[in-house]
Protein backbone atom coordinates (compact mmCIF):
# COMPACT_ATOMS: atom_id res chain seq x y z
CA UNK A 1 0.00 0.00 0.00
CA UNK A 2 1.36 3.44 -0.37
CA UNK A 3 2.18 5.13 2.84
CA UNK A 4 0.96 8.36 4.50
CA UNK A 5 1.33 9.62 8.27
CA UNK A 6 -2.14 11.18 7.15
CA UNK A 7 -3.55 8.01 6.23
CA UNK A 8 -6.71 7.34 8.07
CA UNK A 9 -6.07 3.52 8.37
CA UNK A 10 -2.32 3.82 9.19
CA UNK A 11 -3.20 6.46 12.21
CA UNK A 12 -5.86 3.55 13.32
CA UNK A 13 -2.86 1.36 13.24
CA UNK A 14 -0.61 3.42 15.39
CA UNK A 15 -3.01 4.12 18.13
CA UNK A 16 -3.99 0.49 18.52
CA UNK A 17 -0.39 -0.31 18.38
CA UNK A 18 0.47 2.33 20.70
CA UNK A 19 -2.99 1.44 23.25
CA UNK A 20 -2.26 -2.11 22.85
CA UNK A 21 -5.25 -2.61 20.72
CA UNK A 22 -4.52 -4.80 17.34
CA UNK A 23 -5.97 -8.22 16.64
CA UNK A 24 -3.57 -10.67 14.87
CA UNK A 25 -4.74 -9.67 11.45
CA UNK A 26 -3.46 -6.07 12.40
CA UNK A 27 -0.31 -6.52 14.48
CA UNK A 28 0.97 -8.55 11.64
CA UNK A 29 -0.04 -5.77 8.95
CA UNK A 30 1.51 -3.30 11.10
CA UNK A 31 4.28 -4.84 11.81
CA UNK A 32 5.60 -5.30 8.22
CA UNK A 33 4.55 -1.52 7.37
CA UNK A 34 7.31 -0.75 10.02
CA UNK A 35 9.35 -2.96 7.96
CA UNK A 36 8.56 -1.78 4.87
CA UNK A 37 8.49 1.99 6.47
CA UNK A 38 10.83 2.77 9.67
CA UNK A 39 9.76 6.38 9.53
CA UNK A 40 6.84 5.24 10.91
CA UNK A 41 8.27 4.36 14.00
CA UNK A 42 8.84 8.15 14.67
CA UNK A 43 5.06 8.50 14.54
CA UNK A 44 5.14 5.69 17.56
CA UNK A 45 7.48 6.83 19.21
CA UNK A 46 5.43 10.50 19.13
CA UNK A 47 2.48 9.35 20.17
CA UNK A 48 3.71 6.96 22.70
CA UNK A 49 5.77 9.82 24.50
CA UNK A 50 2.57 11.63 24.23
CA UNK A 51 0.84 9.31 26.44
CA UNK A 52 3.26 8.80 28.40
CA UNK A 53 3.82 12.42 29.27
CA UNK A 54 0.25 13.30 30.23
CA UNK A 55 -0.49 10.55 33.16
CA UNK A 56 3.03 11.87 34.52
CA UNK A 57 2.51 15.82 34.09
CA UNK A 58 0.60 17.89 36.29
CA UNK A 59 -3.00 18.16 35.38
CA UNK A 60 -4.06 21.35 32.95
CA UNK A 61 -7.48 21.89 31.45
CA UNK A 62 -7.36 23.04 28.07
CA UNK A 63 -9.59 26.78 27.20
CA UNK A 64 -13.39 26.33 27.26
CA UNK A 65 -13.30 26.04 22.90
CA UNK A 66 -10.38 23.15 23.00
CA UNK A 67 -12.30 21.32 25.74
CA UNK A 68 -15.98 21.22 23.95
CA UNK A 69 -14.44 20.77 19.97
CA UNK A 70 -12.59 17.70 21.67
CA UNK A 71 -15.45 16.15 23.37
CA UNK A 72 -18.04 17.09 20.51
CA UNK A 73 -15.12 15.16 18.23
CA UNK A 74 -15.39 12.44 20.96
CA UNK A 75 -19.80 12.11 20.55
CA UNK A 76 -19.76 13.05 17.11
CA UNK A 77 -21.05 9.66 15.10
CA UNK A 78 -19.75 8.53 11.98
CA UNK A 79 -21.09 9.15 8.79
CA UNK A 80 -23.91 6.75 7.76
CA UNK A 81 -22.29 4.89 4.71
CA UNK A 82 -18.86 4.35 6.80
CA UNK A 83 -20.58 3.31 9.73
CA UNK A 84 -22.59 0.29 7.46
CA UNK A 85 -19.16 -0.37 6.15
CA UNK A 86 -17.10 -0.36 9.30
CA UNK A 87 -17.71 -2.53 12.06
CA UNK A 88 -18.04 -0.98 15.93
CA UNK A 89 -14.79 -1.60 16.60
CA UNK A 90 -13.43 0.79 14.45
CA UNK A 91 -15.46 3.48 15.57
CA UNK A 92 -14.32 2.60 19.25
CA UNK A 93 -10.97 3.09 18.12
CA UNK A 94 -11.32 6.45 16.64
CA UNK A 95 -12.74 7.46 19.94
CA UNK A 96 -9.05 5.88 21.09
CA UNK A 97 -7.51 7.99 18.83
CA UNK A 98 -9.34 11.20 19.79
CA UNK A 99 -8.20 10.63 23.32
CA UNK A 100 -4.65 10.52 22.35
CA UNK A 101 -4.88 13.39 20.14
CA UNK A 102 -6.34 15.36 23.29
CA UNK A 103 -3.60 13.72 25.91
CA UNK A 104 -1.03 15.94 23.11
CA UNK A 105 -2.87 18.89 23.55
CA UNK A 106 -2.92 18.26 27.47
CA UNK A 107 1.15 18.04 27.51
CA UNK A 108 1.20 21.26 24.63
CA UNK A 109 -1.01 23.14 26.92
CA UNK A 110 0.81 21.58 30.58
CA UNK A 111 4.43 22.83 28.80
CA UNK A 112 2.60 26.44 27.57
CA UNK A 113 1.54 26.70 31.28
CA UNK A 114 4.89 25.67 32.64
CA UNK A 115 6.90 28.22 30.33
CA UNK A 116 4.67 30.75 31.39
CA UNK A 117 5.03 30.85 35.38
CA UNK A 118 8.60 30.59 34.67
CA UNK A 119 9.03 33.55 32.40
CA UNK A 120 6.53 35.09 35.57
CA UNK A 121 8.53 34.24 38.02
CA UNK A 122 11.90 35.73 35.98
CA UNK A 123 10.43 38.71 35.71
CA UNK A 124 9.04 38.85 39.12
CA UNK A 125 13.25 38.14 40.15
CA UNK A 126 14.66 41.27 38.16
CA UNK A 127 11.91 43.44 39.52
CA UNK A 128 12.72 42.10 42.97
CA UNK A 129 16.38 42.81 42.34
CA UNK A 130 17.93 45.17 44.44
CA UNK A 131 18.72 48.95 42.54
CA UNK A 132 22.22 50.11 42.47
CA UNK A 133 23.16 52.62 45.06
CA UNK A 134 25.08 55.93 44.59
CA UNK A 135 26.94 57.93 47.05
CA UNK A 136 28.23 61.49 45.74
CA UNK A 137 31.47 62.28 48.71
CA UNK A 138 32.52 66.04 49.09
CA UNK A 139 35.05 67.29 50.58
CA UNK A 140 34.81 68.23 54.24
CA UNK A 141 36.85 71.70 54.33
CA UNK A 142 35.77 74.85 52.35
CA UNK A 143 37.71 75.23 48.64
CA UNK A 144 38.48 71.78 48.54
CA UNK A 145 37.55 70.25 45.15
CA UNK A 146 37.75 66.70 46.03
CA UNK A 147 35.35 64.44 45.10
CA UNK A 148 34.79 60.80 44.98
CA UNK A 149 31.71 58.76 43.88
CA UNK A 150 30.76 55.40 44.76
CA UNK A 151 28.36 53.07 42.68
CA UNK A 152 27.06 49.68 44.77
CA UNK A 153 25.75 46.67 43.49
CA UNK A 154 23.71 45.25 46.62
CA UNK A 155 22.99 41.92 44.60
CA UNK A 156 26.91 41.34 44.05
CA UNK A 157 28.21 43.42 46.80
CA UNK A 158 30.44 44.92 44.55
CA UNK A 159 31.40 48.67 43.69
CA UNK A 160 33.43 50.60 41.63
CA UNK A 161 35.01 53.44 43.69
CA UNK A 162 36.03 56.86 41.47
CA UNK A 163 38.22 59.55 42.96
CA UNK A 164 39.28 62.97 41.97
CA UNK A 165 41.35 65.87 43.08
CA UNK A 166 42.24 64.50 46.14
CA UNK A 167 46.00 65.06 47.09
CA UNK A 168 48.63 62.51 46.64
CA UNK A 169 49.94 61.34 50.11
CA UNK A 170 53.44 60.98 51.07
CA UNK A 171 54.75 57.64 51.51
CA UNK A 172 53.46 55.71 55.14
CA UNK A 173 49.86 57.10 54.55
CA UNK A 174 47.09 55.78 52.60
CA UNK A 175 43.06 56.73 52.23
CA UNK A 176 40.92 54.45 53.82
CA UNK A 177 36.79 54.41 52.66
CA UNK A 178 34.50 53.93 55.84
CA UNK A 179 31.39 52.74 56.12
CA UNK A 180 29.43 53.86 59.16
CA UNK A 181 26.52 52.34 60.21
CA UNK A 182 23.81 53.31 62.55
CA UNK A 183 23.80 52.78 66.25
CA UNK A 184 21.81 50.13 66.42
CA UNK A 185 23.22 48.03 63.48
CA UNK A 186 23.17 44.24 63.92
CA UNK A 187 26.82 44.51 62.66
CA UNK A 188 30.62 44.22 63.65
CA UNK A 189 32.25 47.59 64.02
CA UNK A 190 34.55 49.61 65.34
CA UNK A 191 34.11 52.06 68.34
CA UNK A 192 33.28 54.56 65.80
CA UNK A 193 30.22 52.46 64.48
CA UNK A 194 32.65 52.30 61.25
CA UNK A 195 33.83 48.96 58.41
CA UNK A 196 36.68 49.27 56.86
CA UNK A 197 35.83 49.36 53.50
CA UNK A 198 38.57 50.02 51.18
CA UNK A 199 42.42 51.25 51.26
CA UNK A 200 43.49 53.06 48.11
CA UNK A 201 46.01 56.06 47.09
CA UNK A 202 45.61 58.60 44.06
CA UNK A 203 47.79 58.88 41.14
CA UNK A 204 49.86 62.02 40.86
CA UNK A 205 46.66 64.11 39.00
CA UNK A 206 44.82 63.16 42.04
CA UNK A 207 42.89 60.97 40.35
CA UNK A 208 41.81 56.88 40.84
CA UNK A 209 38.90 54.66 40.20
CA UNK A 210 38.81 50.47 40.90
CA UNK A 211 36.58 48.22 41.67
CA UNK A 212 36.17 47.22 45.56
CA UNK A 213 34.14 44.55 47.88
CA UNK A 214 31.21 46.24 50.18
CA UNK A 215 29.61 44.88 53.20
CA UNK A 216 26.58 43.20 53.37
CA UNK A 217 24.89 46.10 55.15
CA UNK A 218 24.33 47.59 51.83
CA UNK A 219 21.94 45.66 50.83
CA UNK A 220 19.99 47.03 53.39
CA UNK A 221 20.26 50.61 52.99
CA UNK A 222 18.41 51.81 56.04
CA UNK A 223 21.82 50.26 58.36
CA UNK A 224 23.85 52.65 56.66
CA UNK A 225 23.88 56.55 57.96
CA UNK A 226 27.45 57.71 55.90
CA UNK A 227 30.25 56.72 54.25
CA UNK A 228 33.55 58.73 54.31
CA UNK A 229 37.42 58.95 53.39
CA UNK A 230 40.06 59.48 56.18
CA UNK A 231 44.00 59.41 55.79
CA UNK A 232 45.58 56.64 58.02
CA UNK A 233 48.76 55.37 58.68
CA UNK A 234 49.39 52.66 55.40
CA UNK A 235 50.52 49.74 58.49
CA UNK A 236 47.32 49.86 60.36
CA UNK A 237 44.68 51.52 58.49
CA UNK A 238 41.99 49.62 60.64
CA UNK A 239 42.69 52.06 63.85
CA UNK A 240 40.78 54.12 61.94
CA UNK A 241 42.54 57.50 63.80
CA UNK A 242 41.94 60.12 60.81
CA UNK A 243 39.35 62.66 60.47
CA UNK A 244 37.12 62.37 57.51
CA UNK A 245 38.34 64.27 54.53
CA UNK A 246 35.30 63.45 52.60
CA UNK A 247 32.09 61.83 53.24
CA UNK A 248 28.59 61.55 52.52
CA UNK A 249 25.54 61.52 54.80
CA UNK A 250 22.92 59.31 53.92
CA UNK A 251 19.51 60.06 53.73
CA UNK A 252 17.27 57.15 54.91
Known amino acids: MSWSMASEHLQLLIAGYVLGDLDSNE ?14 AEEVNRMQKALDLSSGSPEVNPPAHLRSAILAAQERPLAAPEAANRPVRRSLRWSQVLNVAAAVLIVALGISNYQL ?13 LATLVYSLQATKAGNA ?24 PPGQVYALWTV ?15 LTDVFTVDAEGKMSQSIAVPTVF ?34
Not at 117 to 129: D, G, K, M, N
Not at 149 to 159: G, K, M, Q, S
Request: glycine content about 0%; overall charge negative; aromatic content about 0%.
Open 27 to 40: AAEFEQLLIDHPAI
Open 117 to 129: RQALQTSQTETER
Open 146 to 169: ASATVAIDPNRLEAVLTVRNLPPL
Open 181 to 195: VKQDAPVTTDSKSAI
Open 219 to 252: RSANLVSTVAVTIEDATAPQKHEGKPVMMAKVQN
